[in-house]
T-cell receptor, first 116, second 113 residues
């Protein structure tokens, strides 16, 4: 089966510009996650969707970050305006469900964002 | 709050030597524990997971980990390192199997010929 797809793979922008990332989860996966991985650190959850509803966005900087998952499939993560400290790899993951078995999170290759 | 500590940001071993990557967790509830591997410019791949079924967990590529509640540890081991094992390894904890993962800061494994 096809894995989690993300685009673009790399993005370089100036501070105060806006940027958007796209994620296509594995077909049939109800749960979608966005993680931020700063260089030298482990990934940190930004937002979790169950179908098209938000389960957890407690660590999403809502003054500049937004995310949506229309129709419960693809998702976009937007940053507006970007700051230098937003330079990181943004990882998207999906899982079949959030409880019971078969809920392993599968990760995409990530989008590496550099803010100059 | 849950947290994960990985001892050693970088570990170097010789090919054929034992690999030991350390992970300690703090959790107020029985945790679910995971080890992921990340190769350069790739996403994370699950190596193994502990979900209370057995304390010794076997994963892919010859890796295994032992859950020790008394030590709040979940160290990753492999008897004999291969060059292809060189990568970044992350330990993670979750309160439930489908919830968010809380990751450690990662350990970079280098394998010398």
């Amino acid at each position: 089966e096809a894995g989690v797809a993300q685009s673009p793979r790399y993005k370089i922008i100036e501070k105060r510009q806006s940027v958007a990332f796209w994620c296509n989860p594995i077909s049939g996966h109800a749960t979608l996650y966005w993680y931020q991985q700063i260089l030298g650190q482990g990934p940190k959850l930004l937002i979790q969707f169950q179908n098209n509803g938000v389960v957890d966005d407690s660590q999403l900087p809502k003054d500049r970050f937004s995310a949506e998952r229309l129709k419960g499939v693809d998702s976009t993560l937007k940053i507006q305006p970007a700051k230098l400290e937003d330079s990181a790899v943004y990882l998207c993951a999906s899982s079949l469900r959030t409880s019971g078995g078969r809920n392993e999170q599968f990760f995409g290759p990530g989008t590496r964002l550099t803010v100059l | 709050a849950q947290s994960v500590t990985q001892l050693g940001s970088h570990v170097s071993v010789s090919e054929g030597a034992l690999v030991l990557l350390r992970c300690n967790y703090s959790s107020s509830v029985p945790p679910y524990l995971f080890w992921y591997v990340q190769y350069p410019n790739q996403g994370l791949q699950l190596l193994l997971k502990y979900t209370s079924a057995a304390t010794l967990v076997k994963g892919i590529n010859g890796f295994e980990a032992e859950f020790k509640k008394s030590e709040t540890s979940f160290h990753l081991t492999k008897p004999s390192a291969h060059m292809s094992d060189a990568a970044e390894y992350f330990c993670a904890v979750s309160e439930n199997q489908g919830g968010k993962l809380i990751f450690g800061q990662g350990t970079e494994l280098s394998v010398k010929p």
